[in-house]
Each structure stands twice: as structure tokens, then as C-alpha cells.
């Protein structure tokens, strides 16, 4: 692998009930899993980790902000968005479990260049400045990062993709398919800001592709 992560140290860890029960662990299995190689001391990390509790509608970071976040989901949803000729489009959601944020603007130290927004009440762990020096002052931290801030960008860039090239009903049966569970709990008004169109398109939308099912 690229990159080295204590998976024994880990694993000993969660098996105290201190440990277990902790709000960062689910982090650490994130990594665990999608960066086995990767070496990070959890009782290190630790301290450079800020939790956030945001209150439905609550911006966490907007474009030129300076200072954009990175973050994790612990609980609640977020959507990440752009204004293109003065509309809001939403290019993404995330939920329990998954990384999100600015990561170029975050590596590189510039503005952000969207925004992001808690449509439900939102817990997240949030790295900043300092989380950046630590990473990269590790081994193969800077690949680390770079190699998390690339995958980031691609599935941004297959979003946007998707946004100009897909039709609102593909990349409706494209979440169907996929995160049907994420569709139970978005208001109607924000998947549709997703989709392309209006709530009473997808009204529609949604009751066609309901009686193509049962027929």
C-alpha cells in the first residue's frame, strides 16, 4: 500500500469502553478503511480535532472565505453548492460517515471556491491549520493528503459532470439506485435544486417513475 495505519493499535484501542463509545472513532475507522497503510496515532490526533455542531441551515464555509473547513460527518447532512448566474446549484450531499469540504483550497491555502450548508442538524469533526502541518509532517503525509484531496476532486468533478450532461430523471435513478436511503430524507426542494428542476417537476417525476414501477 502507499500509505502505513495502526490497525492493531486500533483495534486494541476499541476495545476499551472509553474508546468505543467515542465520537471520533467512526472517523478513525473511516480511515481505517479507506487508507489501511496510513500511520496516524489516534491519541495524537486527537487534539487537533475540533468538534462543530451546526443547527439546520447553517453555513459552515461560503466561496472567498479564507479559511475554508474539512471536515467529517458524525451525524446530519450537509449539501456543498455553487451560485451559477445567481441561482443556487447543489452539487452534492453528505452524510453520516463520509469526508467533505474544500480540500483544494484547503491544501493549497486558498479562498474556498463553494459553499457548504447543514440541512439537518449537523455534528462534524472539523481539521484545520494545524491538523495540516501534523499530517504533513508525517510520513508519506503529504502523499496522504494529496492522494485524499485528488479522489475528493474526481468525485466533485463526476457530480458536476453528471449535473451538465445528465438528464434530471438519469441522475434521479442514479441516486434511486445507489443512495436510496439519502432520498428518504431530503427535502423535496433540495433534491430538486440537485436534479435541475422545479419541486413540481420532480412531483412528477417521481409519480411517473411510481406507476412505471407497478404496472
Partial sequence: GQFS?????????????AVATTM?????????QNFPDFQLDPTIFNR?????????????????????????ILQG???IFIFNQDRERTISFHTEHDSFGDF?????????TFNC??????????????????????PNGNQFLRFHAESFAAKM???LVSLFLDTPEERYRHLLATEADLLARLPN????????????????LKRRLYHQHIS
Fill in 117 to 138: 450548508e447543514a440541512i439537518e442538524p449537523t455534528k462534524a469533526l472539523i481539521l484545520h491549520r494545524d491538523a495540516l502541518s501534523f499530517l504533513e509532517s508525517l
Fill in 77 to 79: 447532512c450537509v449539501r
Fill in 104 to 112: 483544494r483550497s484547503f491544501l493549497k491555502q486558498q479562498p474556498a
Fill in 48 to 72: 487537533y480535532l475540533e468538534t462543530k455542531v451546526l443547527s439546520k441551515g447553517e453555513i459552515l464555509f461560503q466561496v472567498d472565505d479564507a479559511s475554508p473547513s474539512v471536515g467529517f
Fill in 189 to 204: 426542494y433540495h433534491l430538486a435544486n440537485y436534479l435541475g428542476i422545479q419541486p413540481e417537476s420532480l412531483s412528477r
Fill in 5 to 17: 495505519f495502526p490497525c492493531r493499535k486500533l483495534a486494541d484501542q476499541s476495545r476499551s469502553p
Fill in 24 to 32: 471520533y472513532e467512526p472517523f478513525y475507522r473511516y480511515l481505517l
Fill in 157 to 159: 468533478q463526476d457530480k
